[in-house]
């Protein structure tokens, strides 16, 4: 059965009908809940639409953007469920995200955070324009073990070895986990090792995984 | 030929002593005459001098008003970053919501005090090589203008879930693109490029651009000018089709990694397409491979009367070395040789 409505709303997602997505996920929810809905409907199928999106080029940020607006809408949903338990709230993770120095490119950035907070992580989104020392600075006072630094153009993306230099010269090197994101890195995978990238994820949803990589590969 | 004579044959599908080429070097100009970048983006003078030496070096078949789209944001009142090597880039859309749309005044360009920068280069250029060569103009669409008033995601939220705000949007840039275009194409614009920088297949789906469609073609048939649509960049093959029959679209310019068969056939047997070397690639291949790379381009559409062979996305970059731009006219000319018997 859960395979059967998993495949329904990956269809809506590949559709970008966010009206009978969320009409798949309330249904499963009103016989279960919005959290298990979060955890065995929306992220498996979240899963095979990124799997999808990677083999089909032809998937726009248009739908992404819808799938990130679906995403969030079982989110408040959740998060509705969660105030009235919030002891019983599970976390991934922490996670620091923005864009890096110079970039205002932030509809990646905030995709990434919506996919990362429906998966369970705490996000602190830093928003458009972040220097190095600000992505350290949160990082280390939230306790976050990866920080994702996304950029859109070449130009900008060369910012991001500056956040490199300084993670590595304050003794965080394989600590603290710098992913790195953005239409450049797709274009260019080479970028990802010049601007000293821990690792890039294709799309948004694939940046989940990412992130669990490097929280797994943090020495902290 | 004159590079003009060239291209109106071409667009004709007649006969032409070479292929025409067309070389993205709006901003390899200011390393020409030695031009601080921040003074050649906005003094219209500077930026002139920088296109006439682009067009003493290389000769090519165009010549191009400032390629930069963030300049069409510093216009309307963004801040603009510069940079040393690149063209500068906003530091930020125009607007944050929606309804600061209402603070711009009426939409003609002559509200717009920083168009002049563009219109005086084109009045310039136009006046020096009238009959000679071709000016193009970088200009928008009034639906992909708005990604320079309130950047990417937020004109892209407007337009999924906003139909009275998408309404509103459009009301403005309707007549204020109409109204620049009309000044661009009256100061000498012989060509408006339009690249498609929020309607392509990277960022919305076709049934987004098919549901414009009626408007891009109103707007364009009430362009009275020449347009080239242009990918700027971005994927565009798969699009292509539906832009073939826009009124008054003459020619199309594909990506560097897009098939020019696959576009041809897509866009019929007479219709102009360009491309298709990476501009922005060219700093980082040798003079050689440059050069063999443009003789398979031109191999390939030797055959094609409608084709014109032009660097595709963004501008050649700052640091090219000269010999490498240089190579694909030595190509050029070689082809040339090798199929009319002349250079």
Known sequence: MISQQIESLLQALKASDRHAANDIVDEYASENNYEDALKNLLEPALLLFGEYWMKNPDISLANGYIAGKIAEDVLLKTAEEYNNRKDEKIYKGIAIVGNIEDDYHSLGRRLVSVFLEASGWEV??????VLPEE??????????????????????????????????????????????????????PELVEKVGGDGTAPNAISAVKLFKELSLRSKL | MNSFERILATAQGASVDRKPFSLLLSLYGAGIINAPLKEYYSNSELYYEGQCAVYETFKPDFIFAPFSIPLLGAAFGS?????????????????????????????KAENFPKLKYFLDIVQKLSSKYTNQAPVAAITLNPVDLPIVLFGLDKWLEIVLFDKTGTKKVLDYTIPFCLDYNSSLLANGTTFLVMPPVFLNPSI?????????????????????????????????????????DSPNTIAYVVSGNEDLKIARDKLGPKKILAGNIDGPELINLSPERIYKKTMEILELMQDDPYFIFATSNADIPLKTPIENIRMIKEAIKEKARITYGRS
């Open chain 1, 135 to 188: 992505f350290i600075d949160c990082a280390l006072d939230k306790g976050a073990k990866v920080i994702g630094a996304s950029a859109m153009m070449f130009v900008n993306a060369k910012n991001i070895k500056k956040l490199r230099d300084e993670i590595d010269s304050r003794g965080y090197k394989d600590k603290l986990m710098l992913a790195v994101g953005g239409a450049i890195f797709n274009l260019r």
């Open chain 2, 204 to 244: 919305v789906t076709r049934e987004i651009v098919e549901n414009f469609l009626p408007i891009i073609n109103s707007f364009n048939s009430e362009t009275k000018g020449y347009i080239i649509n242009h990918s700027g960049g971005t994927r565009y093959l798969p699009f292509i089709d539906l832009y073939k």
């Open chain 1, 124 to 129: 602190h989104d830093l928003g458009n324009d």
């Open chain 2, 79 to 107: 801040e603009l970053k510069y940079f040393e090597d690149f063209p500068p880039n906003l530091r930020k859309p125009v607007f944050s919501n929606l309804d600061e749309i209402r603070t711009l005044p009426p939409p």
